[in-house]
């Protein structure tokens, strides 16, 4: 009897979990659409457990809908049925990445921008810090929408928190979706301030912050990721006063 009960509590445990994600990962999603980072292409994710993630519904994330589902998918094996193929790079990225919790796969225009003269931001500001030195470059505009080019962009992100395809956006990787959301919007903030600098002749004779000064500087405490989130998915149908708190 012990063990059943304690299994029937594992099991609402994991219920109660997997609803709070199913919304979280629909607030990032519209979020990603409010501030313009996504468009009717994209997809977020958020890990489960070691061996399974929930990504968005295969919709245009702006127009997610409150009863809107997304799908449990395995970190190894084959994409479930009407799962986006390029969701693999979220697999591959768990699968290596044991410190990611949320992936946000993105198509911001100033990101893009650069990308097509294979550019990525550097370090010039504290939003740029998160991605010291640099996000590194893909080097291909194609799709990936087969399991050996993700596993080689999964290599090449390594331990980084970004990384940019060429002309083809983004994928955005944190220890919750909270986070990677957060990240997203800064990526694209960098990018903005490093085509301004570029655009005023500064490129490389620009000020860039030091491997030092980009280490200290890149922090989460304070409430940085708190506060993102809430202006992030501020006037979201879903949202609650406690998202905040629920941040982890």
Known sequence: MQATTEQA???GASEERLAHL???VRKAARAMGRHGLVHAFGHVSARLNDTEF???AARPMGCLDADDQGTVVPVEGPLPQGVLGEVR????IYKVRPDVGGICRILPARVIALSTMRLTPSARHGNGSYFAPHPPLWDDPQLVRDDDKAQAIAALLGGARAIVMRGNGAVVAGSSIEEAAGLSFLLEEAAALELTVRAAGGGQGGTLLSDAEASARAVSTGGIFERLWEFLTHGDPE???????NIR
């Open 89 to 92: 790079l979220h697999q591959q």
């Open 54 to 56: 929930l990504v968005c």
């Open 9 to 11: 509590m594992a099991a």
């Open 239 to 245: 949202q609650s006063g406690s998202d905040r708190a």
């Open 22 to 24: 199913q919304a979280q």
